[in-house]
C-alpha cells in the first residue's frame, strides 16, 4: 500500500493528515498552537514549530506507507535568515499590520496590490526602518518554505505560495522580472550587500520535482518518516484549499473559514483595476486567481463560545466540544435572518479591506433589538464572513465569472449551518465536501500524490478525473430570505464599523 501526506502549519493547528491511494483520508493528527503578541508583533516560535510537528506527526498511523509528502503553511509573513539559516528576527505572521508605509509604496510602484502582509512589504518595511539585520540577509521566506529546506536543503516554494512573497508573471511562471527590477532601485541607495532576486526562494509548479526527506530532516522528525521520501513543492494555505475543493480551474472559487477567512476565484481575464481589498495570487499551476483576504473569522466566536462553556461548567455541567458547536451552530438557525438587529465586530486584528491597522472585537445593539441567544450566535457567525462579503461585492461589480463556489474548513464542519449562511451572503450555490473538515493538509496530501503519479494529466485534469469525480457533496442554493437577512445585517455591520474605528483609536 501507499500513502501520501500532507501537513499543514495553520493559524491555531498543525496538522498531518495521510491519504491512500484512493485518495480518501487514512489517519490524522494535529497539534493545537497559537500565535504570540510580543514587542507590538504577532509570532509563533519556531521551536514550536518542531514539537507541534512531530506530535501532530505522532497521530499519523500510516507513516510506514508514505511514498510523497509536502509542507503547507498560513502564506505571507517575514522569516528572514543569515547565510548559515540562523533566524535573524522573530517570524512575523500574516497578522501583523506593521508594513503600511511599505506596501503602500510597492503598490503604486509596481502598479500592483503588495498588501502589508506579504513577505516583500514585510522585507521593504525593514529596509524603511534601517532594522539592524537587514545586512545580514540571506534567504527570505515562508513558514512552509523554511521547513521545507529544513527537511530537504531545498530553498523552493510552490508558485502558489511564491505568489504571496513577491507577484508572479503567469507567462513566465516566476517572480516577476520587471517589478524584482523596480524593487532593486528603490533599495539601490541603502547600501545593502544584495539583492531582491539573491535572498528570495526559487519558484516551482505543481508535480514539479522538490527533494526528498534527508537524513537531517527525518532526524529533526526524531526518524518518525523514513529519509528519502519525495517532496511536492511546499504550498501556502490558499494553494491547498482550491486543491482540497477542486477550485484550480478559470470559474472556479472557495472559500476557506477558520481563524481567518479567504475567498479564491480563478480567472478567466483581468481585473480592470487594482484594487487594494483584492489580492492576485495564483493556482499551484500558476494560474491568476483574485483573493480577497480576511484576518478575522472564528477567533471572535471561538472566545464566545468558550465563555459559554464556561456557563455551563459553573453549573457543574460538562460537554463535549464537537457537541458543543454543534449545538450551538443549530441554534443560531432560529434567530432572525437579519439577527434582530444585533452586530457583532469580530476583528481580533487588523483588517485591509476595511482598511483598519488593529482590531477590537465588539458586541453591539440598540434598545429595541432582539436579544436573544440565537440572535447573538448567528450574528457571530454572520460577522465571520460580513467583511468577506465587503471583498467580494467589488469581484462582482467586474462582472467576475463564478461557476461553483466550494467551502472547507472549520466553519463548514457543522453540516448545512455555514454553507447556508455563506450561500446567502455570497447569492451564491456553496458546496461541501465530505472532506471538506480536513482541509488544507488534505490539499496538500493531493498535491504529493500528484507529484508522484506517473503520466502527463494536467493537476485540472487529475484533480477532476480522478480525485472527485466520485467525491460526496452537498450544495445548497441561497435562500431569498436569508439573502435579505443577511444583506440587511451587512448594513449594520458597516455603519458600526464607524464605532470600530473610534475604539481602535481610542482603546
Not at 522580472?177 to 516551482?204: H, Q, R, T, Y
Not at 465530505?434 to 498535491?447: F, K, N, R
Request: glycine content about 10%; charged content about 20%; hydrophobic content about 40%.
Amino acid at each position: 500500500m501507499k500513502s501520501y501526506l500532507g501537513i499543514e502549519f495553520g493559524s491555531t493547528r498543525i496538522k498531518a493528515v495521510a491519504i491512500g491511494e484512493d485518495f480518501s483520508p487514512l489517519s490524522s493528527g494535529d497539534h493545537v498552537w497559537k500565535s504570540e503578541y510580543k514587542d507590538n508583533v504577532w509570532t509563533y516560535s519556531l521551536d514550536e514549530v518542531w514539537k507541534g510537528l512531530k506530535e501532530a506527526l505522532s497521530g499519523v498511523k500510516d507513516r510506514d506507507s508514505v511514498v510523497s509528502m509536502g509542507i503547507s503553511a498560513m502564506m505571507h509573513g517575514y522569516l528572514a535568515f543569515d547565510a548559515d539559516w540562523n533566524l535573524l528576527v522573530p517570524f512575523r505572521t500574516w497578522q501583523n499590520t506593521i508594513t503600511a508605509e511599505a506596501s503602500e509604496k510597492l503598490t503604486e510602484e509596481f502598479g500592483f496590490n503588495v498588501p502589508q502582509r506579504w513577505s516583500i512589504s514585510h522585507l521593504y518595511q525593514a529596509v524603511l526602518n534601517k532594522e539592524a539585520h537587514i545586512g545580514k540577509i540571506a534567504h527570505i521566506t515562508t513558514l512552509a518554505g523554511y521547513v521545507h529546506y529544513m527537511l530537504t536543503g531545498v530553498n523552493a516554494l510552490g508558485i502558489g505560495d511564491a505568489s504571496g512573497v513577491f507577484p508572479i508573471d503567469s507567462e513566465t511562471l516566476d517572480y516577476d522580472a520587471n517589478m524584482i527590477k523596480k524593487f532593486d532601485e528603490l533599495i539601490a541607495g541603502c547600501g545593502l550587500p544584495w539583492k531582491v532576486s539573491d535572498v528570495l526562494p526559487a519558484v516551482l509548479p505543481a508535480g514539479a520535482e522538490a527533494g526528498s526527506l534527508t537524513e537531517k530532516g527525518a532526524a529533526l522528525l526524531d526518524n518518525m518518516l523514513s529519509a528519502g521520501i519525495a517532496f511536492a513543492p511546499c504550498e501556502g494555505d490558499a494553494g491547498t484549499g482550491m486543491t482540497a475543493t477542486n477550485a484550480v480551474s478559470a470559474g472556479t472559487g472557495n472559500v476557506s473559514a477558520g481563524t481567518s477567512i479567504f475567498s479564491m476565484v480563478v480567472l478567466d481575464k483581468p481585473l480592470s483595476k487594482v484594487y487594494p481589498e483584492i489580492d492576485m495570487v495564483t493556482t499551484p499551476t500558476g494560474k491568476p486567481v483574485a483573493m480577497v483576504h480576511c484576518n478575522n473569522c472564528t477567533n471572535d466566536s471561538n472566545a464566545w463560545f468558550g465563555i459559554l462553556r464556561e456557563t455551563v461548567e459553573l453549573f457543574g455541567g460538562n460537554v463535549d466540544t464537537g457537541e458543543l458547536y454543534t449545538k450551538i451552530y443549530r441554534k443560531s438557525l432560529e434567530g432572525d435572518k437579519d439577527c434582530g438587529g444585533v452586530v457583532s465586530i469580530n476583528y481580533m486584528a487588523g483588517e485591509g479591506v476595511t482598511h483598519l491597522d488593529a482590531g477590537r472585537p465588539m458586541v453591539v445593539r440598540k434598545p429595541d433589538s432582539a436579544f436573544t441567544l440565537a440572535n447573538f450566535l448567528r450574528a457571530n457567525l454572520y460577522s465571520s464572513m460580513a467583511t468577506l462579503k465587503i471583498g467580494m461585492d467589488i469581484l462582482a461589480a467586474e462582472n467576475v465569472k463564478i461557476d461553483s463556489l466550494t467551502g472547507h474548513g472549520g466553519l463548514f464542519k457543522t453540516p448545512e449551518v455555514g454553507q447556508s449562511y455563506m450561500a446567502a451572503a455570497c447569492k451564491a450555490p456553496v458546496t461541501v465536501m465530505e472532506t471538506a473538515g480536513e482541509g488544507g493538509p488534505y490539499g496538500m496530501a493531493l498535491l504529493a500524490a500528484y507529484r508522484s503519479e506517473e503520466g502527463s494529466d494536467t493537476l485540472e485534469a487529475f484533480l477532476r478525473n480522478k480525485v472527485f469525480a466520485s467525491v460526496k457533496s452537498t450544495t445548497m442554493q441561497p435562500d431569498s430570505a436569508d439573502a435579505e437577512g443577511f444583506a440587511k445585517y451587512l448594513e449594520n455591520f458597516k455603519a458600526v464599523l464607524t464605532a470600530e474605528k473610534a475604539a481602535v483609536e481610542n482603546f
